[in-house]
């Protein structure tokens, strides 16, 4: 494992808006920067998808965002699988099914490629001229529930929805793919090691690697000694019928819901897969170690707000956390084929993002910024196994700050 010590980088403030789920935070964001025009990118609904059962929670098209590459990448794929959450019980997904996680009534015609998904090679070096795909969630469940409650009107068909998302995307064009790339973030990093080896299965005779960004969640105690995050996966995974699609190999040998952790689910990973996390993940940290109730007198109030305001006993707790997150991966990180990015910030999801994934003042590790990275390994051009110092080493860091917060 590598250690290193970072320089320090002065950046720009902005105050922006980050979502997750059904959330919406006010954020002001360090040292941010923005892709200056942005691609802009329609949105595809998959008609085919009906006749199979592959709806939205409300019964809805599922649908994606493309870009077709052209040049050296016109027979490469990146596909992005997008986050936001899960739901665990019927008020949650029946909220849900009211938003555009859950419905794409409620979906955006156009987003913006950025990050990772970016047409512009000097935001995007080795991706930007490949078929870029993103893939939008509005299952609840990581792309893998099998259900329907029909008294609420909620159809969980998230592994049908990746089914009819991948033969749509087959048809186009990715079944003589040459090279393909399965990301995602945050829930939809969970999928793309959920979904990993069904997708290298899709495309033999292809290079077919996965990424997982910001997907590293922990089977971990909160503040008050709890369970809240095992609690709610078991929640999602008991209602949504997710044990049918999880690993067998993992379901032999533990409950479904430990198999929902991906601590557990990356011994059953057999294609190559690059975790790329922040060790003091702050969706984490606000959702599952210090949430309103597992901290009813808001002594995690001000520290989940802004990092700077953890005091001492709060980040050896913090520093406990990262310790985990790491002999997490410590048997994962032993293959030659799998690549690790873990950097000492208080972040969540750095592909997306372009002032994360590839800008002047990017978050670097080993002297190499993200994209770098993960270009690197992907194309084999140098093994990637970095590991950062404990936080406050790094001050290249977009640690994010929040202006107000909300709980589940």
Wanted: net charge neutral; aromatic share 10%; charged share 20%.
């Amino acid at each position: 494992m590598k250690i290193s010590w970072l320089p320090c980088l002065v950046g720009l403030v902005l105050v922006m808006r980050w979502t997750h789920g059904s959330e919406e935070w006010g954020v002001t964001e360090v040292n941010a920067a923005t892709s200056v025009n942005p691609l802009l990118v329609g949105l595809t609904l998959i008609p085919s998808a009906a006749a199979k059962g592959a709806v939205c929670l409300d019964g809805t098209l599922p649908g994606y965002h493309l870009h077709p590459g052209n040049g050296s990448g016109a027979d490469s794929w990146l596909i992005q699988l997008e986050g936001g959450g899960w739901c665990k019980d019927i008020s949650t997904c029946v909220f849900r099914k009211k938003t555009r996680r859950g419905s794409s009534n409620y979906m955006e015609k156009v987003i913006e490629f950025t990050g990772i998904l970016s047409n512009k090679p000097e935001e995007n070096p080795d991706f930007y001229n490949w078929n870029r795909v993103k893939v939008r969630y509005c299952d609840g469940a990581s792309f893998s529930g099998e259900g329907h409650n029909e008294a609420a009107g909620l159809f969980f068909r998230g592994q049908r929805i990746w089914t009819a998302a991948m033969e749509d995307l087959m048809s186009k064009g990715m079944y003589s793919a040459k090279k393909a790339f399965l990301s995602g973030c945050s829930a939809g990093a969970l999928a793309s090691i959920l979904h990993c080896d069904e997708f290298r299965a899709l495309l033999p005779g292809t290079k077919v690697k996965c990424l997982s960004d910001a997907g590293l969640f922990l089977d971990a105690v909160d503040v008050a000694g709890g369970h809240t995050l095992r609690s709610f996966f078991e929640g999602v995974v008991n209602l949504q019928g997710v044990a049918v699609n999880l690993p067998a190999a993992c379901t032999n040998r533990m409950d479904a819901t430990s198999c929902f952790f991906p601590q557990n689910l990356l011994a059953y990973i057999q294609s190559p897969l690059f975790l790329l996390n922040a060790a003091y993940d702050v969706w984490q940290l606000q959702e599952s170690l210090a949430t309103k109730k597992a901290d009813p007198h808001g002594f995690w109030q001000q520290c989940k707000l802004n990092n700077a305001n953890c005091n001492t006993s709060q980040i050896q707790f913090l520093q406990g956390f990262r310790n985990q997150m790491l002999n997490a991966v410590k048997e994962f990180s032993m293959s030659k084929e799998n690549g690790l990015f873990i950097n000492s910030c208080f972040a969540h999801c750095q592909t997306e993002r372009q002032d994360t994934w590839f800008e002047n003042d990017s978050p670097v590790l080993a002297n190499k910024e993200i994209a770098t990275s993960v270009g690197d390994w992907y194309f084999d051009r140098a093994g990637v196994e970095a590991i950062d110092c404990p936080y406050p080493c790094d001050k290249t860091c977009h640690n994010l700050v929040f202006s107000r917060n909300h709980n589940h």
